[in-house]
């Protein structure tokens, strides 16, 4: 291969990957046009980081700190993050550092442990915003204490009716007869009949 033809080769390889670059950059952007306005599509899921919204009360009077930092950080695994990532506040804002949306919620609850909210006053004030839907665990009151308890009482029930079909299988099946012993020695034969035929056998030997 001469000089001029490796050029030529060259060159024209170069093109056909400037013109696939190009087209995939229209591709992308046009995707980007297409997403719907406050959707990052980033993670493996649609987050959505407009969801956060205020959760702010006035400082109590004379407020002091009550909660800690590691009561602060366990509250903060109590509450869901609203991203769409079924992720607790805390887990979400220090692994997914893409998500707007559990920094915004932990900055709420910074602002209400200043104030001198305690944990479940914090919790009562995000439930008061978002709804239970905010909750990780539901609290186990009212309709959600019935989804705490059925799963227990089917499977206590279910265990109640199985014992209960094994007993009656039990008492239902028959019992057969014990075998009556047998023994060696004929019932017509009296004892004489067999002293001779054991003294038969002998001299057979």
């Given amino acids: 291969m001469n000089r001029r033809r490796f050029i030529s080769r060259v060159m024209v390889t170069s093109a056909a990957g400037s013109t696939s670059l190009a087209w995939l950059t229209r591709r ?19 987050m959505d980081q407009s969801a956060s919204r205020p959760v702010r009360l006035p400082p109590k ?13 366990a509250l903060e695994h109590r509450i869901r993050c ?10 979400c804002r220090t692994t997914d550092f893409s998500c707007q949306v559990s920094p915004s919620m932990h900055r709420d609850v910074m602002g209400l442990v ?10 009562d004030a995000f439930v008061g915003v978002y709804g239970e ?7 186990a009151a009212g309709f959600n204490l019935l989804g705490w308890i059925a799963p227990f009482a089917v499977l206590g029930g279910g265990t109640v ?22 023994t060696s020695r004929p019932t017509d034969a009296t004892d004489d009949e067999l002293a001779r ?7 057979d030997e």
């Fill in 28 to 46: 992308l952007a046009a995707q980007a046009a297409q997403a719907p306005t406050g959707l990052d599509s980033s993670n493996l899921f649609a």
């Fill in 61 to 73: 009077p004379g407020s002091r700190v009550v909660v800690s930092a590691a009561e602060r950080d």
């Fill in 82 to 91: 609203q991203c769409g990532c079924t992720l607790d506040v805390y887990t």
């Fill in 114 to 123: 200043a104030g001198g909210y305690t944990s479940q006053e914090i919790l």
């Fill in 133 to 139: 839907r905010v909750l990780m665990a539901p609290p």
């Fill in 161 to 182: 009716l199985v014992v209960s079909l094994l007993r009656r299988w039990r008492r239902q099946a028959p019992v057969a007869p014990l075998a009556a012993p047998q």
């Fill in 197 to 203: 035929l054991e003294a038969a056998v002998r001299d």
